[in-house]
């Protein structure tokens, strides 16, 4: 059985993070984009990280261009803009695609876990977020409108 153990993706500064470092925390897995009209989200994401970080809970955000060019920016520009506007101290990874033949194999394989409206597998917009279980396993999919404080009470069962 797969799960994000077996993965490994690259930070924002190029370095190498193995996802099975992260077993035994609960995840939630976003694609962002700093020039959306969901960007605001951001705060809410921020505070979900501060307020169950000691009990093994991480955002780790996933830069996306995908969808209307809305994160054009450098990883580089993105940290900063990012930490400047919305305090983000959550990992940032780098920017990545998550529909398509360049596709980032964490995101194929969380939208094979947990489909979309209507069943579909692709990712409609910025801001679609994936919960991950202590084991690794993909929990639920939340739409790019399902604000993250909404999420607060799914976060607290895994933990």
Known sequence: ???????????????????????????????????????????????????????????LGFP??????????????????????FGVTFPLMEKVDVNGADASPLFDWMKGEAKGLMGSRSIKWNFTKFLIDREGRVVARYAPTDKPENIAGDIEKLL
Do not use: H, W
């Open 64 to 85: 996306c261009n995908q969808f209307g060019a809305q994160e054009p920016g450098s990883d580089e520009e993105i940290a900063e803009f990012c930490k400047v506007n």
């Open 1 to 59: 059985m797969t799960t994000i153990a077996d993965f490994t993706v690259t930070d924002n500064r190029g370095a190498p993070v193995d996802l099975a470092g992260k077993l035994g925390k609960v995840l939630l897995v976003v694609n962002t984009a700093s020039k959306c009209g969901f960007t605001p989200q951001y705060d809410g994401l921020e505070a979900l990280y501060q307020r169950f970080a000691d009990r093994g809970f991480e955002v």
